[in-house]
DNA sequence: CGATTTTTTGACCAGTCTGGTCGGTAATTG
DNA sequence: CAATTACCGACCAGACTGGTCAAAAAATCG
């Protein structure tokens, strides 16, 4: 079906899903627009309609598109590698970057999908949803080695702690960020300060 | 301007305010649709548009509606009361409940004004943001008793990794809890598990 | 080069939805 | 009773929707 479409150059191409993951991530399937997906993209409307048949042609190609990525570049190469949480999650981190470098809505898109709800594409969406999300809390969370935890307070909640402080660091690095252009950021600095929580959340939360 | 809709019946104020606060927090400004308000709230558009003069007039009397009521029911009873951070934030899981049971989209509405950006609003909102922000940040992180934290960490991550974990376990909570009605959640439940997250919290990141 | 095929364009379609109006009715007040 | 206020919902012009299509442009091929 998109036969014409991945034989576009790479850069057009990433435009092009770029544009879209914005919009979907931004409002929805129901509320995205394809006018302002073509406006962004900077193409034609025609050219949108020659790639994908339907607006919901291209929403389920960019599904199975940005989980097939994620899987690839993200989810594969943490995924036991290790069995110390916050290893697995400092190299998390890194991968994140590099996969956001490439397609900055990409996590956003993603997100959003956990919340989607239009009709339309409730059952095509679910599936692979449920795929993705369960490989995905495989690869970070499964296997873990939890003996490296300290012993006074119940593995389990250490791991959600430490789970959702990283989380939420990660927004916040996010919100800081998302301004600035991606060549502008000092990732050596912010490599550095989130070493700094890594260390911390080692002190707090592992054997000593 | 607002005399005839302060003068309703509470009941009723309270499910336009909720329609509207729903549809806000779901949409945003700019794609948020006045038919649907009116529609979930079971009045007639004649009727809404009989106590605002306009869209923008609804959404502005919302930020300072909901910022008066969680500057009232929320930040102003839990700033200062305590200097120990876990015992503020238990404090303020209590509190958020209550808020909740009587506007449920409350917080969602007002974490959307944070990426709010229609340009027609832009300028009004800034400030009552503003403003709203930091006196929260205040009550909620001034003035704590930094001393209670363990010392080999710097107090200001420390603080951090507590608040952030705390929001995240906020966040899931509330999905866990959204679907079911309010009457149906088990409150006793619900607290003895946050009780012992805080607990956890309190090994980790205090003085022993 | 010309002929054929593929890619791309953007004006255009019918239809939905937008914020907001307004003449009329129902309820309340004095 | 009259006068005022609260409320309804059909209605407005206009913006925007996903999607089409004839034609132009570009690429491919002999």
Redesign the pocket.
């Known amino acids: 079906m998109h036969?014409?479409?991945v034989?576009?150059?790479e850069e057009?191409r990433d435009k092009i899903i770029n544009a879209a993951l914005l919009e979907f991530a931004a409002k929805g399937y129901?509320?995205?627009?394809?006018?302002?997906?073509?406006k962004a993209a900077?193409?034609?409307?025609?050219?949108?309609?020659?790639?994908?048949?339907?607006?919901?042609?291209?929403f389920l190609f960019l599904c199975d598109y940005t989980s097939g990525v994620v899987s690839r570049e993200f989810y594969e190469q943490i995924g036991h590698c290790d069995g110390d949480l916050l290893i697995r999650y400092r190299r998390a981190a890194m991968l994140k970057g590099a996969v956001y470098k490439r397609y900055p809505p990409i996590f956003e898109f993603i997100k959003r999908l956990t919340t989607e709800n239009a009709a339309e594409i409730a059952g095509e969406l679910k599936d692979r949803l449920e795929t993705m999300v369960s490989y995905g809390y495989e690869c970070l969370l499964g296997n873990l080695d939890l003996s490296l935890f300290r012993e006074d307070v119940p593995a389990r909640i250490v791991r959600d702690l430490i789970t959702w402080a990283l989380e939420n660091y990660g927004n916040r690095s996010q919100a800081l960020v998302g301004d600035q252009s991606i060549e502008d950021i000092d990732v050596t600095a912010l490599n550095a300060d989130f070493d700094e929580y890594l260390e911390a959340l080692r002190k707090c939360f592992y054997k000593q």
């Open positions: 036969d014409n479409f034989g576009l150059k057009k129901g509320l995205a627009s394809t006018n302002e997906i073509v900077g193409i034609s409307k025609g050219a949108l309609f020659h790639y994908f048949a339907t607006k919901k042609d291209l």
